[in-house]
């Protein structure tokens, strides 16, 4: 017998859950694209995307997925041949170097294997670039597929006077961990609408400083990509290059109200600090007397607010086991060494206590029903840590 019907739980690193306030706001017939309600409500989003990466500075969105934005970052900061230092510890930051790879960058990689990039070596490498060849450092803020976090404003420090652009990708965790760019000097941040926004797939944004802006056009940027006339839109369409995504400009609005007006975005990273410690805690009992699970980051400072991952024998099969018997999703074990024995753990966006107490009892479950050995105690340990007051 299954145990599976009743309302899912989809704890997958995007998409993330949808409120059913969001899905309401966008389940709207198109008004008159030309109309001023909706360029007023485009106005106001932008504005509200701005005020969610911590930034005065400049705004492009684009109709597309994070893809698409990575490509309309390479094409508006590179020319064929311009040399990029990309920081690698997950699966999304190697695919972004490919990415600009194929676009004709000279991208080189700091690898740091599964750990979070160490500053000094930045520093280093940067030194002993004295002609400035390097035009950008490229680093994602959370890389979704390890569960890495970096530290942003050390890697800034660690930049010192080079004149390269920072450029980050924040797509896992805008709207989850901290980020202030004008404060922190990040020039280029990249995010999408399908994680800690809250909204469905399909936009994707972003934000750039002036510098940045001051570089002007380089020989990729065609005029779909070009994020200045985008950002000094004044039209609707030109905004979007085209007809504006009517519906999810809706739910952006909804959802942006939600996270900076209701709850608020210091309320908003601590949920996400406090779920995340939860399923650490969790791991961790799972893991006592020898049963190899584990976290997949030792060092807490490095793990990510919005997603967990976890080393645990049988993960596979475990998955299935909560999906088939709970209505449980959990996350695959992206570019893993051994992917059928990691799992992840999102705790991204719209998600509270209950679903992450929903996520590591099913897994408790699936433990027992399979006969994946744990240590004694999992739910206890997360219900302390969310019985701690924020
Ligand atoms: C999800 C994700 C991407 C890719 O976004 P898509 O919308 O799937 O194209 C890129 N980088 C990070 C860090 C991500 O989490």
Same mark, same amino acid.
């Given at each position: 017998?299954? !145990?599976?019907?009743?309302?899912?739980?989809?704890?997958?690193?995007?998409?993330?859950?949808?409120?059913?306030?969001?899905?309401?706001?966008?389940?709207?017939?198109?008004? /008159?694209?030309?109309?001023? $309600?909706?360029?007023?409500?485009?106005?106001?989003?932008?504005?509200?995307?701005?005020? %969610?990466?911590?930034?005065?500075?400049?705004?492009?969105?684009?109709?597309?997925?994070?893809?698409?934005?990575?490509?309309?970052?390479?094409?508006?900061?590179?020319?064929?041949?311009?040399?990029?230092?990309?920081?690698?510890?997950?699966?999304?930051?190697?695919?972004?170097?490919?990415?600009? $790879?194929?676009?004709?960058?000279?991208?080189?990689?700091? /690898?740091?294997?599964?750990?979070?990039?160490?500053?000094?070596? !930045?520093?280093?490498?940067?030194?002993?670039?004295?002609?400035?060849?390097?035009?950008?450092?490229?680093?994602?803020?959370?890389?979704?597929?390890?569960?890495?976090?970096?530290?942003?404003?050390?890697?800034?420090?660690?930049?010192?006077?080079?004149?390269?652009?920072?450029?980050?990708?924040?797509?896992?965790?805008?709207?989850?961990?901290?980020?202030?760019?004008?404060?922190?000097?990040?020039?280029?941040?990249?995010?999408?609408?399908?994680?800690?926004?809250?909204?469905?797939?399909?936009?994707?944004?972003?934000?750039?400083?002036?510098?940045?802006?001051?570089?002007?056009?380089?020989? !990729?940027?065609?005029?779909?990509?070009?994020?200045?006339?985008?950002?000094?839109?004044?039209?609707?369409?030109?905004?979007?290059?085209?007809?504006?995504?009517?519906?999810?400009?809706?739910?952006?609005?909804?959802? %942006?109200?939600?996270?900076?007006?209701?709850?608020?975005?210091?309320?908003?990273?601590?949920?996400?600090?406090?779920?995340?410690?939860?399923?650490?805690?969790?791991?961790?009992?799972?893991?006592?007397?020898?049963?190899?699970?584990?976290?997949?980051?030792?060092?807490?400072?490095?793990?990510?607010?919005?997603?967990?991952?976890?080393? %645990?024998?049988?993960?596979?099969?475990?998955?299935?086991?909560?999906?088939?018997?709970?209505?449980?999703?959990?996350?695959?074990?992206?570019?893993?060494?051994?992917?059928?024995?990691?799992?992840?753990?999102?705790?991204?966006?719209?998600?509270?206590?209950?679903?992450?107490?929903?996520?590591?009892?099913?897994?408790?479950?699936?433990?027992?029903?399979?006969?994946?050995?744990?240590?004694?105690?999992? %739910?206890?340990?997360?219900?302390?840590?969310?019985?701690?007051?924020?």
């Amino acid at each position: 017998m299954s !145990l599976a019907a009743g309302r899912p739980v989809i704890a997958i690193p995007g998409p993330s859950p949808v409120p059913d306030r969001v899905l309401a706001a966008a389940h709207r017939a198109s008004p /008159d694209i030309y109309g001023e $309600e909706l360029a007023e409500l485009n106005l106001q989003v932008v504005a509200q995307l701005k005020r %969610l990466a911590g930034t005065q500075a400049n705004l492009a969105p684009y109709i597309g997925n994070g893809h698409a934005a990575w490509e309309a970052a390479g094409a508006n900061l590179f020319n064929p041949g311009d040399q990029a230092l990309t920081l690698t510890f997950g699966h999304f930051g190697r695919s972004w170097a490919q990415q600009m $790879e194929a676009m004709g960058v000279a991208v080189e990689r700091l /690898d740091s294997g599964n750990l979070p990039v160490d500053p000094d070596r !930045l520093a280093q490498r940067l030194a002993r670039d004295t002609a400035h060849a390097i035009k950008a450092v490229m680093v994602c803020q959370i890389d979704t597929a390890t569960g890495v976090m970096a530290d942003i404003p050390a890697l800034r420090d660690a930049m010192g006077d080079h004149p390269a652009l920072l450029v980050v990708d924040a797509i896992a965790s805008l709207g989850c961990a901290p980020m202030m760019m004008d404060d922190w000097g990040v020039d280029v941040l990249i995010s999408a609408s399908q994680k800690g926004m809250m909204c469905p797939p399909g936009t994707s944004f972003l934000w750039f400083s002036d510098r940045t802006a001051a570089r002007g056009r380089t020989q !990729l940027t065609t005029p779909y990509w070009d994020w200045h006339s985008r950002a000094h839109a004044e039209a609707l369409w030109r905004f979007w290059g085209g007809t504006p995504p009517v519906q999810q400009i809706f739910a952006l609005d909804e959802a %942006l109200r939600m996270i900076l007006d209701e709850e608020g975005i210091f309320a908003v990273w601590a949920r996400h600090a406090a779920l995340a410690r939860a399923v650490w805690a969790a791991v961790d009992a799972w893991g006592e007397g020898g049963t190899g699970i584990r976290l997949a980051v030792g060092d807490p400072a490095a793990r990510a607010s919005s997603v967990t991952a976890i080393i %645990l024998p049988g993960a596979d099969a475990l998955r299935a086991w909560v999906t088939a018997n709970c209505g449980v999703t959990l996350g695959v074990g992206l570019g893993a060494e051994q992917p059928e024995n990691v799992l992840r753990v999102a705790h991204m966006g719209h998600s509270n206590a209950a679903m992450i107490l929903a996520a590591l009892g099913a897994m408790q479950a699936g433990m027992t029903a399979l006969g994946i050995p744990c240590g004694p105690g999992g %739910l206890d340990a997360a219900a302390r840590v969310l019985a701690e007051p924020a």
